[in-house]
């Protein structure tokens, strides 16, 4: 008869048990899948497969009834050598983003100054400024055409002091910067409500010990105000951008893109070319060129941002 030695079983180590950290994390990552699905799945619905869809549609020529034809990168040579209407409205859009940002950036940021300042009634003027925002732009669209009609509030307006105005919609001189004059008023609300917030983050007693010490107000704001507002403004910038690129409401309410194609826009051009000219897969190239030329251009604001976007607040 064998006899085995004792085994102290105090001596040996426990069999590893599952965490209960482990276990908690798992459940809690059940728990947030499912709370994340029902976005995600809307994203890809309406994201996702429609993005990856118009890119394959570019590749075709893509009548809105009938068959489709494949011809490949055909649409996008079209655009960029035998269009010239596509150089135009691209340069259009170009100069209504530009004179647009920054008209916006520095009225908003003048405007939200002034309104971190004025005390009580700030508030109130902030909401004024913020309503266009918030109304919808075909409303304001049409009442601003009734404003610059020929016979509109503005030339009677004009009139009554002596002065025949012009036609502000049908001269090509002075429709795309009347285009401009009803985005800002419709736009500038939004960035002033931002910057606004981004002014009462800035300590006063900053302000107070620079003033103090002998700093004029130009100098608070360059060397103060403007460093800890930066990253508010950068914000700004760039969805102030983005949104400049889209511009199509005011182009087709007001002047449908005249006279000529002087206030044509890539959007408008776009929406014309998928339903007006039947030409699907020619709008969906429009809509990847405008896509990769927004993108640059943000990614290109990002690269560049360390050069005056101070985080270090």
């Not at 064998?2 to 040996?12: G, K, T, Y």
Request: glycine letters at 10%; aromatic letters at 14%.
């Amino acid at each position: 008869m064998i006899v085995l030695p004792e085994v102290n079983s105090e001596a040996m180590p426990a069999a590893p048990a599952a965490a209960p950290e482990r276990i908690q994390g798992r459940a809690q990552g059940r728990l947030a899948a499912l709370y994340l699905a029902p976005g995600m799945l809307g994203f890809l619905i309406f994201i996702i497969i429609p993005l990856v869809s118009s890119l394959a549609i570019s590749l075709y020529k893509w009548p809105l009834f009938g068959d489709p034809e494949f011809v490949g990168f055909d649409n996008y040579a079209s655009l960029f050598s035998s269009d010239p209407v596509f150089w135009t409205v691209l340069g259009n859009t170009l100069v209504f983003a530009v004179c647009y940002t920054v008209l916006n950036l520095g009225i908003s940021l003048g405007l939200a100054t002034w309104l971190h300042h004025i005390g009580k009634w700030g508030p109130f003027f902030r909401v004024l400024f913020f309503i266009p925002v918030v109304t919808p732009m075909t409303a304001n669209a049409l009442v601003w055409r009734l404003m610059l009609s020929d016979n509109g509030v503005v030339n009677s307006g004009l009139a009554g002091v002596g002065i025949h105005g012009p036609s502000w919609l049908s001269d090509s001189n002075l429709a795309m910067a009347s285009l401009i004059a009803m985005s800002l008023w419709q736009g500038i609300g939004y960035n002033i409500f931002v910057l606004g917030a981004g002014l009462s983050n800035i300590s006063p007693g900053l302000l107070e010990a620079a003033t103090i010490d002998g700093a004029g107000p130009w100098q608070r704001f360059y060397r103060i105000v403007f460093p800890m507002l930066s990253p508010t403004l950068f914000f700004c910038t760039v969805m102030t951008i983005i949104g400049s690129f889209k511009v199509f409401t005011q182009p087709y309410l007001l002047t449908l893109g005249g006279p000529g194609e002087s206030t044509n826009t890539i959007v408008l051009y776009l929406y014309r070319n998928g339903f007006s000219f039947d030409k699907m897969g020619y709008a969906s190239s429009l809509a990847w060129i405008l896509f990769v030329i927004v993108m640059l251009i943000t990614a290109l604001q990002f690269s560049q941002q360390k050069r005056w976007v101070n985080y270090d607040n």
